[in-house]
T-cell receptor, first 119, second 113 residues
Framework: AQKITQTQPGMFVQEKEAVTLDCTYD???????LFWYKQPSSGEMIFLIY??????QNATEGRYSLNFQKARKSANLVISASQLGDSAMYFC????????????????FGAGTRLAVHP | EAQVTQNPRYLITVTGKKLTVTCSQN?????MSWYRQDPGLGLRQIYY???????DKGDVPEGYKVSRKEKRNFPLILESPSPNQTSLYFC????????????FGPGTRLTVT
């Protein structure tokens, strides 16, 4: 069964420094997708970045980049130049294709990493 | 504005008192789902729906019901809530065959005493 593992329950980083949040996954599918979501203290889920399993280049979105290492089954999130507003819970998730009524994408989430950015 | 709305945002109730959490999306999405979030467990899918009148169980369906009578609405029903259903609940929607991103509602924090 698909599984997402985030081994860092908590991380802290100094403002303006870069930080890497770890994510490893387990799947037997050839086609899959990996996501990162941010959840600030207000509780909403904010989509950050997506990487498809066939994408040859690492995904980037502004200060966020996804370090995709397919052979190692890892999809780490790198946040460059951390800001105080980056303090939040971060979830790694994987898209699982469920063959029901034509198929749909289901998300499998990791347990999350809480990031604290210090001034 | 494209959005998923949930109501109520906060709810404190007692064991056994039936409740409904509403979810509505204005993006004409076919696919909708409910997740619950618990510390150390991330988000887990409760139920999902592919379209009107098409629903199925997710990973943790016990104690919950859903219905999809209209495309835009996907309510979550707790017939007899218990304290172990105290959690943060999210509704999400997405296009079925196109794209990949799921749009999340703001969350409903439920406490069952």
């Amino acid at each position: 069964a698909q599984k997402i593992t985030q081994t860092q329950p908590g991380m802290f980083v100094q403002e303006k420094e870069a930080v890497t949040l770890d994510c490893t996954y387990d799947t037997s599918d050839q086609s899959y997708g990996l996501f990162w979501y941010k959840q600030p203290s207000s509780g909403e889920m904010i989509f950050l970045i997506y990487q498809g399993s066939y994408d040859e280049q690492n995904a980037t979105e502004g200060r966020y980049s996804l370090n995709f290492q397919k052979a190692r089954k890892s999809a780490n999130l790198v946040i460059s130049a951390s800001q105080l507003g980056d303090s939040a819970m971060y979830f790694c998730a994987m898209r699982e294709v469920v063959e029901f009524s034509g198929g749909y994408n289901k998300l499998i989430f990791g347990a999350g990493t809480r990031l604290a950015v210090h001034p | 504005e494209a959005q998923v709305t949930q109501n109520p945002r906060y709810l404190i109730t007692v064991t056994g008192k039936k409740l409904t959490v509403t979810c509505s999306q204005n993006m004409n999405h076919e696919y909708m789902s409910w997740y619950r979030q618990d510390p150390g467990l991330g988000l887990r899918q409760i139920y999902y729906s592919m379209n009107v009148e098409v629903t199925d169980k997710g990973d943790v369906p016990e104690g919950y019901k859903v219905s999809r009578k209209e495309k835009r609405n996907f309510p979550l029903i707790l017939e007899s809530p218990s304290p172990n259903q105290t959690s943060l609940y999210f509704c999400a929607s997405s296009l079925r065959h196109e794209g990949y991103e799921q749009y999340f509602g703001p969350g409903t924090r439920l406490t069952v005493t």
